[in-house]
C-alpha cells in the first residue's frame, strides 16, 4: 500500500525533475520489486524528450544494476552455503571470462539484467569493470526506449524497440561468442 509504487501516475505526470526521480526510483527498485522497467523508460522519453529520458533511464538502470550488483556481493557468503567451492570458482572464472560481455549484453533484457548482477556479484569480478559493463550496455536500451516514448504515437513502435533492444543483445552475444569461442572442457 506505498502509494508510489500502486499509482505512481500523480508523480510522473509532472514534468518537472521530481517525476524524472521518481521514474529513476522506479527504475532502481526493479531489482527488488516487480516494476516494469521498459514502461519506465518509454514514459522517460514520453515526458522530458529523447535526451534527457534516455539520460534519465540510463541512470536508473545503472543504479539497479549497482544495487543487484550489491546484492550479489553482500551475499557472496550465503551462496558459498549452497553451492561446492569448485562450483563457486568455476563460476567465478565463467564470470571472469565472459562477464564483462554477459552485462553488456543482458542489461536491456527483463529479469535476466538483474539476475546476470547479482550472479556478477558474487563474482570475483571488480566494481569497476562492472559498472563499466552496465553503463555502456544501458546505452542503447535508454536510448531506444526514451526514443520510443518521445515519438510514441502508436504501440507498434513500443514493439518495434523492444525487438531492436532484443536484436541489439543477441548481436552483441554472437560476436562475443565468435570472438571468445567456447572451450571444449572435456
Do not use: C, K
Request: charged share 10%; aromatic share 8%.
Amino acid at each position: 500500500n506505498v502509494p508510489l509504487l500502486v499509482d505512481p501516475s500523480p508523480w510522473l505526470n509532472e514534468r518537472g525533475w521530481g517525476a524524472g526521480a521518481v521514474g529513476v526510483l522506479l527504475l532502481v527498485v526493479d531489482v527488488l520489486l516487480p516494476v516494469p522497467s521498459s514502461v519506465g523508460m518509454v514514459a522517460h522519453g514520453a515526458r522530458f524528450g529523447v535526451w534527457t529520458g534516455a539520460l534519465l533511464s540510463w541512470l536508473g538502470s545503472l543504479g539497479a544494476f549497482l544495487v543487484a550488483f550489491g546484492v550479489g556481493r553482500s551475499g557472496n557468503q550465503a551462496i558459498r552455503r549452497f553451492v561446492t567451492p569448485a562450483e563457486h570458482e568455476r563460476a567465478g572464472r565463467l564470470l571472469e571470462r565472459w562477464g564483462a560481455l554477459a552485462i553488456v549484453a543482458s542489461r536491456p533484457l527483463p529479469l535476466l539484467a538483474e539476475t546476470v548482477a547479482i550472479l556478477a556479484g558474487a563474482s570475483p569480478m571488480g566494481w569497476g569493470q562492472a559498472g563499466v559493463a552496465a553503463a555502456l550496455g544501458a546505452v542503447p536500451a535508454a536510448f531506444l526506449y526514451a526514443l520510443a516514448g518521445a515519438t510514441a504515437a502508436r504501440a507498434e513502435m513500443g514493439l518495434l524497440v523492444f525487438g531492436l533492444v532484443l536484436l541489439l543483445s543477441g548481436a552483441v552475444w554472437w560476436l562475443g561468442r565468435r570472438r571468445n569461442p567456447p572451450r571444449d572442457t572435456a
